[in-house]
C-alpha cells in the first residue's frame, strides 16, 4: 500500500469521524437506553423494575385495544400521505413548466405556513372548524347548513389539518424532480403518437419517482410523529400511537413508552422501506 494511498484512507476517516461519533452519541446510544428500558417491567418508585421483561412488546401485539391504536395509526398515515400525494402533485405539475422566477415565489408563498409553529396552525383550525368557527358561521348565512356542524374531535378535522401543514414539503419534493424532467422526452412520447395519458405514465411518472418517494418519506414520518393536531383537533378519543406514548409517560410507565416508541420506529422502518422499493429510481423504457 502506497503512502498516497494510506493518507486518503486516513483523510476519507478524519472526514468520516465527527459525523460518526455525534451519529453514536445522539442516536444509537440514547436507542439502545431507550431499548433497555423497554425489556423492563414497570415500577412505581423507579424508572423501570429489575426484571427483564417482554411483556411490554407481548401486550402490544396481543392486546385488541393496543392493535386498534396501532391500525388506526397506519390508518392516518396512510390517508394524510395519499391526500398529500394527490393534491401535491396537481400542485406540483402545475408549478413545474413555469419560469424559475415565477416557480420560486410560488413555492416561497406555499412554504409561508411553515414559518408559523404547528401549535399556532392548530389553534387556527380549532378557531375555523369550531360550533361557532367561520366555515359554520359561512354555511350558515348562505342557507346551506341549518344547525352547525359538529367538525372538531374527528379524524376528518385530524386529516385534513395534516395535510395542509405536511401538504408544502410534497409539493417542494414532487416539483424539483418535474422541473429537472427534460422536455426533449416527453417531445420524444409525443412523436411516437403516445396520448397525454401514456406519457404521463410511461415518461413523466418514472422520472419523478425519486421526488415522490422524497415528499412520501417526509410526509409519512411527520404524519406519525405528529401530536399537536391530534390532541387539539381530535380530542381525547382520538388515540394514536404517538398520543398514546405521551400518556403512558406521563403516567410514569416508561418502559410501556419506550415499547410502544419501538413499535412506531419499526412501523416507520417498514413503511419507508415500501416506499422505496416501490419508487426506486426507474429507466424511461420503451416498448417494442
Same mark, same amino acid.
Given at each position: 500500500?502506497?503512502? %498516497?494511498?494510506?493518507?486518503? !484512507? #486516513?483523510?476519507?476517516?478524519? +472526514? =468520516?469521524?465527527? *459525523? $460518526?461519533? /455525534? &451519529? ?73 413548466? %413555469?419560469?424559475?422566477?415565477? !416557480? #420560486?415565489?410560488?413555492?416561497? +408563498? =406555499?412554504?409561508? *405556513? $411553515?414559518? /408559523? &409553529? ?73 412523436? %411516437? ?96
Amino acid at each position: 500500500m502506497t503512502k %498516497l494511498v494510506m493518507t486518503r !484512507r #486516513l483523510a476519507s476517516f478524519a +472526514l =468520516l469521524a465527527p *459525523p $460518526l461519533f /455525534v &451519529s453514536i452519541i445522539f442516536f444509537i446510544v440514547p436507542l439502545g437506553l431507550l431499548f433497555w428500558v423497554s425489556i423492563h417491567g414497570s415500577s412505581s418508585s423507579e424508572l423501570y423494575s429489575d426484571q427483564i421483561t417482554a411483556e411490554n412488546y407481548i401486550a402490544i401485539i396481543s392486546d385488541s385495544f393496543y392493535l386498534t391504536i396501532v391500525q388506526r395509526t397506519l390508518g392516518a398515515g396512510a390517508t394524510i400521505l395519499a391526500l398529500c400525494l394527490v393534491f401535491g402533485y396537481a400542485t406540483a405539475y402545475v408549478l413545474a413548466p %413555469l419560469s424559475p422566477r415565477a !416557480r #420560486l415565489w410560488l413555492l416561497l +408563498l =406555499l412554504s409561508l *405556513p $411553515l414559518l /408559523v &409553529s404547528n401549535v399556532v396552525r392548530a389553534y387556527g383550525w380549532l378557531t375555523l372548524l369550531g360550533r361557532q368557527g367561520l366555515v359554520n358561521v359561512v354555511l350558515q348565512k348562505a342557507g346551506a347548513i341549518d344547525a352547525p356542524l359538529v367538525m372538531l374531535n374527528t379524524f376528518q378535522a385530524v386529516a385534513f389539518a395534516l395535510m395542509t401543514i405536511m401538504l408544502p414539503y410534497m409539493v417542494i419534493s414532487i416539483c424539483n424532480a418535474l422541473a429537472t424532467i427534460d422536455s426533449y422526452y416527453r417531445e420524444a412520447a409525443q412523436s %411516437l403518437r403516445a396520448n397525454p395519458f401514456q406519457t404521463f405514465v410511461h415518461v413523466t411518472w418514472p422520472l419523478s419517482s425519486p421526488g415522490v418517494a422524497s415528499g412520501m418519506l417526509l410526509v409519512f414520518l411527520m404524519s406519525l410523529s405528529a401530536y399537536v393536531a391530534i390532541v387539539l383537533l381530535g380530542g381525547p378519543r382520538m388515540k394514536l400511537l404517538v398520543s398514546l406514548i405521551f400518556d403512558s409517560a406521563a403516567t410514569f410507565r416508561w418502559p410501556l413508552a419506550a415499547a410502544m416508541s419501538f413499535v412506531l420506529l419499526a412501523i416507520a422502518l417498514v413503511v419507508c422501506a415500501l416506499i422505496l422499493m416501490v419508487l426506486r429510481p426507474q429507466r424511461v423504457q420503451g416498448r417494442g
